[in-house]
């Protein structure tokens, strides 16, 4: 690439791990950006509420707009207890082997 062939709007996202094959000129002249997983349960478990598709309404509501109510209760007490699962292995992941 060269600025005379790019785009001006052009934008370029990276992921990458550290690696000694990797440029450093890319990460000097780059924005640098994390997204740091909220710490504690509470936080995880608000953090998978408010991600696609949980936080979708139309998914959410899925069973009550079906005339299906009492199939809708089993369905936030299961989907409460999966997030709370995902939320609990994510914390003990801090953790490695220590604690299972």
């Not at 790019?6 to 791990?17: D, E, G, I």
């Not at 997983?37 to 608000?46: E, F, H, K, M, S």
Request: proline share 8%; net charge positive.
């Amino acid at each position: 690439f060269t600025p005379e062939n790019v785009h001006k709007s052009f934008r370029l996202w990276l992921t990458s791990y550290p690696s000694d094959r990797f440029p450093v000129s890319i990460l000097q002249n780059g924005v640098k950006m994390t997204n740091e997983p909220p710490t504690g349960l509470r936080l995880n478990v608000l953090q998978s509420y408010l991600n696609d598709p949980i936080s979708n309404p139309e998914f959410f509501q899925h069973f009550s707009n079906q005339g299906k109510e009492e199939k809708q209760s089993v369905f936030e007490k299961l989907l409460y207890g999966l997030c709370f699962f995902h939320s609990l292995v994510q914390e003990r992941r801090k953790f490695g082997p220590l604690g299972w």
